[in-house]
């Protein structure tokens, strides 16, 4: 039997599956959690494209050797979370000049030439906050941490606001950041450590407030800022976790007045994003966003 045959053997009786169907994937550690697969899977179904996307657990250790299977391997192409982002670039071939910058890659494209990086993260965070407020010029905003997330999301955001002031438990790399904040954009950024003191005073001063911290980090500060009614009416609150469940959080942000967004919308942006990249092809994007919902609300049950 030839290679052709043992792979066509190997998907028989898989449903839209064949020896044939070009695979992309995502990499990170957990990755149990991840809603990514039912999302580029409808929408690869909705064009009827030869693809199917799945989801690899890939330990820090075994980084290096995983992005070597995907060369091995063909996959087309690679989405990228936790805790990979910046390690990641050490493995690639290239990298495009935005993602070099931000110091952080969430989609890999391979290609004749190799397997090139990209970040579509903050991209998709700054769509929707346009989609909540409109142009963010003369906007203040106070970022809760300093990761690849926030990263990803401030180098954009930098250039189209008025001040950026970054929130963050580790004092040093908070102020990392605000630094390479000014480099790109020239746009005034502070660093502070993150204490309910200086998260009272930066939120009173703007009027976005974007959290990047993880859920379990988030949780006291996000009881801070309800109790203490830090937030406003007509402020943007926007938090790049997406929740298994309503957000408590930011359901009573809404109920102070402010417009809302948890990061199942930057999910979806940014996997259309990498959808685009893979495939040369417009996302589906209304598919792509009720893929989403469905596999959240599947976590529930």
Excluded at 95 to 108: C, D, L, P
Aim: hydrophobic letters at 40%.
């Amino acid at each position: 039997m030839n290679d052709a045959s043992e792979s066509s053997a190997m998907f028989a009786g898989l449903p839209g599956i064949s020896g044939g169907t070009r695979v992309c994937a995502v990499i990170g550690d957990p990755i149990e959690h991840s809603i990514s697969p039912p999302i580029h899977n409808a929408a690869f179904r909705s064009l009827n494209m030869d693809f199917t996307y799945v989801a690899f657990r890939v330990r820090r250790r075994e980084l290096a050797q995983a992005i070597e299977g995907v060369r091995a391997l063909g996959i087309a192409g690679l989405n990228v979370t936790r805790p990979h982002k910046a390690t990641v670039m050490r493995s690639l071939d290239t990298i495009e000049k935005t993602a070099r910058e931000i110091g952080a890659v969430n989609t890999i494209v391979r290609s004749d030439a190799g397997l090139r990086g990209y970040n579509t993260d903050g991209q998709a965070a700054l769509e929707v906050l346009r989609k909540l407020g409109g142009s963010l010029s003369g906007a203040r905003v106070a970022v809760l941490g300093a990761g690849g997330a926030s990263r990803a999301i401030t180098y954009y955001l930098s250039k189209a606001v008025e001040r950026v002031s970054v929130l963050n438990r580790t004092g040093a790399k908070g102020l990392r950041l605000a630094r390479e904040v000014t480099r790109w954009s020239g746009t005034k950024c502070r660093s502070y450590r993150l204490n309910e003191a200086n998260l009272r005073k930066e939120t009173s001063e703007s009027n976005i407030l974007i959290n990047t911290l993880p859920v379990d980090v988030f949780s006291r500060f996000a009881t801070t800022l309800t109790q203490q009614r830090l937030i406003r009416p007509g402020m943007i609150v926007f938090d790049a976790n997406y929740y298994d469940r309503e957000s408590d959080f930011l359901a009573k942000a809404e109920q102070a007045g402010a417009k809302v967004s948890d990061g199942l919308e930057m999910l979806v942006g940014q996997a259309a994003l990498s959808f685009e990249l893979w495939t040369g092809r417009s996302a589906p994007i209304d598919v792509m966003y009720q893929a989403a919902l469905e596999a959240k609300k599947a976590q529930t049950r």
